[in-house]
Structure formats: structure tokens, C-alpha cells
């Protein structure tokens, strides 16, 4: 009887794994995960892989954009992280899209499963994640500025990921569906550059816009589905992941639900009808009333 369930047990993990028959996604994905080495290595390779596009867009944006040579210093930091943040974007809606939508072994259990491409995605999405909470503070203590939503949220956002780097028995639906979250970086990206290159009056940063707005109502029925996750296996879920990493994730899914994403919608769709830079409003007023002032200087 025993021989029969280990033999059932290695089937089922057999099924679990259907990119191991893979000769190309087996050669990527194919490491092992239980050892602290290997997983901090990808935590790291995440850190530097969108470190480099963060420097990549800043030296092509120097080179071939006069809109990013006009910007302050702070909003050449904000454009750059906004391009490693759409490249991110695109990144976590492949992962969390497949998870949702196509992998069997994520249909089958939404609670403990875990795949090779999904430890690969969500250890580089923890590296990104890490870079981001750097990015904030520095930039942050640099500019004498602190947006607590933004802070917030990149830093619960790393502890759920950094999570599956000390647990490795945590099930990986729900860091992917977190991921999945970040759908709407890329169109948020394209927005906020067009708009600083005065593009805000076109049909196609109008329509991005509208594509934003969109997909940010669909980060809100996202949500919805991973409350649905979580309160059907609530047990479950609380036994995988440990008290403190459940405190982590659960109070990002709080936030994100109830206070971020209503929020950034409301603020996306007054912005469609308004379009302004409301990142640096302030900013924004004291250029105008100094460049005003300048102005009728001039002309005295």
C-alpha cells in the first residue's frame, strides 16, 4: 500500500512538471530551487538584469530624447524606472497569465504547486521588487520626497516574493497572480512618457489611456479571484505559507484591494479627462509660477 501511494505521488509530481520534457524550457528553468545558493543567485540576477535596464533606458533616452534631457533629476529617475517597470510588466502578465489561463498544474491545485518556470519568474520578479525598494529610498532621501502608497506597496510586494526565498514549500498561484497585478506598468509607462513629450492631446496616448483605465478594473477583478482563492482554502493556505509570510501577503492583498487600486484608478481616470503629471504636481506649480515670473520679468 505504501509502494502504491509513493508510486502515485511520483506520477502526480511527474505531471506537475511538464516543462522538464522540454529540451529548451527544461535547459532555462531546470535548477535546483531547494538550495540557498541557487535561489539567491536568481534574486540577484533579477536585481541586476533590471538594473541594467534601468541604465539602458537612461543612456538611450540621453541619446535620442530631448523631452528626458529636459527633465529634472527626479523625473529622469521616475522615467527610467517607469520603462524597467513596463519591461517588468511585461514579464509578470506572460507568467500570471500562463498560471492562470493555461498551466494544468496550477488548475489542479492553487494552494502548494510550483513549477520550475514559476520559481524562475517569481525569484527575478523578488530581485526586481528589490530593486525597486533601493530605487524608492535612495531617491527618496536624495529628494526629500516620500510617497507612503508607493512605499507601501513595493515593500509588501518584496516581502510576499522574498518569501518563496526562505519557504520553499509556499505555493507559487497566488505570488504569480501578484505578479499578474503589474498588467497595467506598461501602458502606465507609455502614458507618463508621452505626456512629459507633451503628447497628451493625441488619439493614441487617449486610447492607451483608456487601455489603462481598463486593465486597472482588471486588476481590481483580480483581486477578487485571489480573495476567492484564499477564502476557499483559507486553512490550507495559512498552514503553506507560515504565520509571518501569511501577515506579509495578506496585508499586500488588504491593501491593494481596499486602498491602492481604487485609488490609482480614480486618479488614472481624472487624469484621461485632466491630463496633468500628478506625480510632481508640486513641482509642476512651482516651475510654472517661477517660469511666470521670469516670463514678465522679460518682458519689463
Avoid at 502548494?112 to 530605487?135: R, T
Avoid at 497628451?200 to 485571489?226: G, P
Wanted: charged share 15%.
Amino acid at each position: 500500500m505504501e509502494e502504491t501511494v509513493v508510486g502515485m505521488k511520483s506520477v502526480k509530481r511527474e505531471e506537475m512538471n511538464p516543462t522538464n520534457g522540454d529540451p529548451v524550457f527544461g535547459t532555462i528553468f531546470d535548477w535546483d530551487y531547494l538550495l540557498w545558493e541557487i535561489r539567491l543567485t536568481f534574486l540577484a540576477a533579477g536585481f541586476l538584469i533590471y538594473l541594467g535596464v534601468f541604465l539602458l533606458s537612461h543612456w538611450l533616452s540621453s541619446w535620442r530624447s530631448t523631452t528626458y534631457r529636459a527633465l529634472y533629476a527626479k523625473e529622469k529617475v521616475f522615467w527610467n524606472m517607469a520603462v524597467t517597470r513596463g519591461v517588468f510588466g511585461l514579464q509578470s502578465c506572460v507568467a500570471g497569465l500562463w498560471a492562470l489561463l493555461i498551466d494544468p498544474v496550477f488548475h489542479a491545485d492553487k494552494v502548494y504547486s510550483q513549477q520550475k518556470w514559476s520559481w524562475f519568474n517569481c525569484l527575478i520578479a523578488a530581485g526586481f521588487f528589490l530593486l525597486e525598494n533601493v530605487a524608492v529610498h535612495v531617491s527618496n532621501i536624495i529628494f526629500r520626497t516620500f510617497d507612503v502608497f508607493l512605499v507601501i506597496h513595493h515593500l509588501l510586494a518584496f516581502g510576499g516574493l522574498a518569501g518563496l526565498v526562505i519557504n520553499v514549500k509556499s505555493g507559487h498561484y497566488l505570488p504569480l497572480m501578484g505578479m499578474l497585478l503589474e498588467m497595467s506598468t506598461p501602458s502606465t509607462c507609455i502614458s507618463w512618457m508621452l505626456l512629459k513629450a507633451g503628447c497628451a492631446n493625441t488619439f493614441f496616448w487617449k486610447a492607451n489611456q483608456w487601455v489603462m483605465i481598463h486593465l486597472f478594473h482588471c486588476r481590481m477583478i483580480l483581486t477578487y479571484h485571489m480573495w476567492w482563492v484564499c477564502i476557499f482554502n483559507w486553512n490550507s493556505i495559512v498552514e503553506n505559507l507560515g504565520l509571518l509570510h501569511f501577515i506579509v501577503l495578506f496585508s499586500g492583498l488588504f491593501a491593494v484591494t481596499l486602498i491602492l487600486n481604487p485609488y490609482w484608478t480614480y486618479k488614472k481616470t481624472q487624469q484621461l479627462l485632466n491630463p496633468t503629471d500628478w506625480n510632481f504636481e508640486n513641482k509642476a506649480v512651482e516651475n510654472g509660477k517661477l517660469n511666470g515670473e521670469t516670463h514678465q520679468k522679460k518682458r519689463i
